[in-house]
């Protein structure tokens, strides 16, 4: 099998693809339907990317139902600490997140159920591509929870407006 799975908890997976290298460089398969249904990750219907320079927080975003988004994050160039915080009401992990290192040295990639607000921090210049697997975005779903919810490493943080205005979580519409 080309991947390893590793259950981080609260159903959010840390999966590690088999890298060849050679005296090219390397390949490796990022996604592959048999081996990632296997673990309840169902097929991509929108790819996104974004670029960030050191410092940029981007999160912590969600969707509601019925257009809630699974999320596999993968970053080609740079690094991140990728975070997903549970907004499961009815959770016994509710508020509670998980996170990890992406970067284009370990080549780790992260599946975010839904259920999840998703964001990150870039720790270098990153370049970020999501497999968004559900729904397609659609911004009346959107939520999302105050940025800083999360001890981030990098304390001069780049935020948008938009990201400035997310309520605390006790105020967020969330699931049930």
Not at 116 to 136: E, I, K, P, R, W
Request: some cysteine; proline content about 8%; overall charge neutral.
């Amino acid at each position: 099998m080309p991947f390893d799975f590793e259950d981080l908890g609260m159903g959010v997976l840390l999966i590690k693809p088999k890298v060849f290298p050679d005296k090219r460089g390397f390949f490796l398969e990022l996604f592959k339907a048999t081996d990632f249904s296997k673990h309840n990750i169902p097929m991509p219907v929108q790819v996104n990317m974004s670029f960030s320079v050191r410092g940029v927080v981007r999160g912590l975003h969600y969707q509601i139902t019925p257009k809630e988004q699974g999320k596999l994050v993968f970053v080609p160039k740079g690094k991140i600490l990728d975070v997903a915080v549970d907004v499961r009401k009815s959770s016994p992990t509710f508020g509670k997140h998980i996170s990890a290192e992406l970067s284009e040295s370990n080549h780790h990639m992260l599946w975010i159920p839904p259920g999840f607000a998703h964001g990150f921090q870039a720790l270098d210049d990153s370049l970020v591509v999501y497999f968004v697997t559900h729904n397609d975005y659609s911004p009346q779903h959107e939520r999302c929870i105050n940025y800083s919810y999360i001890e981030w490493p990098i304390k001069e943080i780049i935020v948008s407006d938009k990201d400035k205005q997310c309520p605390p979580l006790d105020k967020a519409e969330v699931f049930s």
